[in-house]
């Protein structure tokens, strides 16, 4: 899918060009280029543009099974310019560690009793993509009246800080740290009584906090789309080229029928996707990253089955993308969890409106 025509190119000749980089020099590039920076308004010291070409970035880190934050670090700044802080923490690479009501409390120091006092946080958010490889974590706290911003430095990979409780300290042990199915690290965010300085947390209006989360789906069902889009092009490059008894694989009608149907999951979620990012909400949001779900466990099996063993060896470049599908199928919580979301959305505006336009795209 094309969410940007004049920026896909560009995409495509970076990313298709650095296949082979290292992830460290890879993302020198891309920071240089700004496109970290992509989505957050000029003013709070983004590169500007809208959730198309951040979306299109998404794609194209999909596409081209880029091991690099992209999305993250886009995230926290974008979180960041929204709290009204500096996004300066994120110029190098971060991290987006959403902790949902209830799952961190967020206080002011009850000791101190003025809006300079330092701020203590607790509590655990259990999984933070790429957590033990970046300098800097952008906490997003919801709260039933209010969104709280945090900016942390990103906790050693093995050890909690010598002093948990010395105001700007790392935030707590990443213990657990695991490496997913596209080997890219994740870990849980602990933080035991962690004191920050007032200039690194903002209060933010708590709607806040749902948004990102809107973004966050919308941006991961685009990066699914781009590996989606290169699985089922692999996939078609193989069977008519691949020759079985005098003809090609595509020449059998059980392969074209797995073909066909592949191209229906991806369009169905190209569909959704053209929803959320026209139209942006939390019910197009919910809907879009639920499709992206199913979509990628489906294109996942799928394409292998159709490639036979050759999609499992490591020469091939199958595995770059579905080992990316299959982990990138329940960040931020799995397909079901989605389902609720929008279901709740339909109750709680007590309309069909966000199912209607992901159906059809357009308002009743």
């Known amino acids: 899918m094309i969410f940007d025509a004049d920026l896909r190119p560009v995409v495509d000749d970076v990313l298709g060009a650095n296949a082979d980089t290292a992830p460290g020099e890879l993302w020198a590039l891309l920071t ?28 194209g880190v999909g596409r081209h099974a880029a ?39 967020a206080r002011r120091d009850p000791d101190a009793g003025d809006d ?8 655990t958010v259990a ?14 706290v919801e709260q039933a009246d209010a969104t709280v911003v945090a900016v942390l430095d990103a906790p050693p990979s093995a050890a909690p800080p010598a002093d948990p409780t010395a105001p700007g300290s790392a935030a707590g ?23 920050l300085p007032a200039d690194r947390v903002a209060v933010a209006p708590a709607r806040l906090a749902a948004d990102v989360l809107d973004r966050t789906a919308v941006l991961r069902a685009a990066a699914i789309s781009g590996a989606v889009e290169r699985a089922c092009t692999l996939t078609k490059d193989h069977v008519t080229t ?18 066909a149907g592949l191209a229906v999951e991806r369009d ?15 019910g197009t949001a919910a809907a879009v990253r639920a499709v992206a779900a199913r979509t990628a466990g489906t294109v996942a099996t799928d394409t292998h089955q159709l490639h036979g063993a050759i999609g499992i060896t490591q020469e091939y470049p199958l595995h770059l993308v579905t080992r990316r599908l299959w982990s990138w199928r329940d960040d931020e919580g799995t397909q079901r969890r989605w389902e609720r979301l929008l279901g709740d959305e339909v109750v709680r505006t007590g309309s069909d409106e966000p199912l209607w336009a992901l159906v059809t795209g357009a308002s009743v």
């Open 32 to 59: 240089e280029l700004g496109w970290p920076g992509v989505g957050v308004p000029e003013d709070d010291g983004g590169a500007g543009g809208d959730l198309a070409a951040v979306a299109e970035l998404a794609a």
């Open 67 to 105: 091991a690099v934050p992209l999305i993250e670090t886009g995230l926290a700044a974008w979180a960041l310019a929204g709290a009204g802080l500096p996004i300066a923490a994120t110029a190098e690479r971060a991290a987006l560690a959403l902790a949902p009501a209830g799952t961190v409390e």
């Open 116 to 123: 300079a006092a330092d701020w203590v946080l607790d509590g």
């Open 127 to 140: 999984r933070v993509r790429w957590l033990p490889e970046v300098p800097t974590v952008v906490l997003v």
């Open 173 to 195: 042990a990443a213990g657990g740290v695991e490496r997913d199915l596209a080997g890219e690290a994740a870990g849980p965010l602990r933080l035991d009584g962690l004191r």
């Open 242 to 259: 691949r020759q079985q008894f005098g003809r090609p694989l595509s020449a059998l009608p059980a392969v074209r029928q797995l073909v």
């Open 268 to 282: 169905l979620l190209d569909a959704a996707l053209t929803v959320a990012v026209t139209r942006p909400g939390s």
